[in-house]
């Protein structure tokens, strides 16, 4: 099964075309861009490297979130734009788990993946490896920042960060939990789109798809999905 994947939650989009057995190519960029402006471009000339047509795609897969508002609703247009034609399944996958499930952690380590909320708050989740498996701890929320780092140094555990939340909020996070800290290494700072293929697959395997006009991206933040508010 030949599976499409992209994400645009954070400032950063990408796009990816993998199956079972092999990831064919990837495209990411983290420039000042508009994701509208870049995404189907994205898209277009990774499928024309590839020489992989649209209708060689079996299944679509997306990070539905929880993110930039305007990043969610353009990949879930574009992820629908592409799937209604050719009536394929669409893969919402988390994208705080992409993002988490990239890093590598040590025993009772917890891989902690965090976007920016705006208004002092964040996207999180929790997670850890322990015996080749990954494990949810605490699943896809919003946090206020102004006691979340605070909330973790409490638990006493070596932590990894990641996602677009460390930009902003590296320093406090050292100074809450000081060398139990760490962060990703810059290449998988972010979800990749590798990753959400992965998930995909597993989640496909499970029954976990939907067509495309039951596909809802996660906001979290009902507020920001009446108003049309854009972070």
Known sequence: ????????????????????????????????????????????????????????????????????????????????????????????????????????????ELIVPIFDAQRSGLYTAVFTRERGSFIEIDGDSVKSADKYFDDLAVLGKNCVFCGDGVMNYSGRIKEKLGERARFADKAFMMPRASVIASLAMEMYKSGEYCGYNDFIPEYLRDADVQTGRQN
């Open 1 to 108: 099964m030949m599976i499409l994947s992209m994400d645009t939650s954070t400032m950063a989009a990408c796009a990816a075309v993998a199956d079972e057995n092999k990831l064919y190519g990837e495209f990411f960029t983290d420039f000042k861009l508009k994701h509208s402006e870049k995404l189907m471009t994205l898209i277009d000339d990774l499928l024309k490297r590839l020489h992989i047509g649209i209708d060689d795609i079996d299944c679509f897969a997306v990070g539905k979130g929880p993110g930039s508002f305007t990043g969610l609703r353009i990949g879930a247009g574009a992820v629908k734009g592409l799937a209604q034609p050719h009536n394929k399944p669409i893969i919402g996958v988390s994208s705080l788990k992409a993002c988490a499930f990239a890093q590598p952690c040590a025993p009772g």
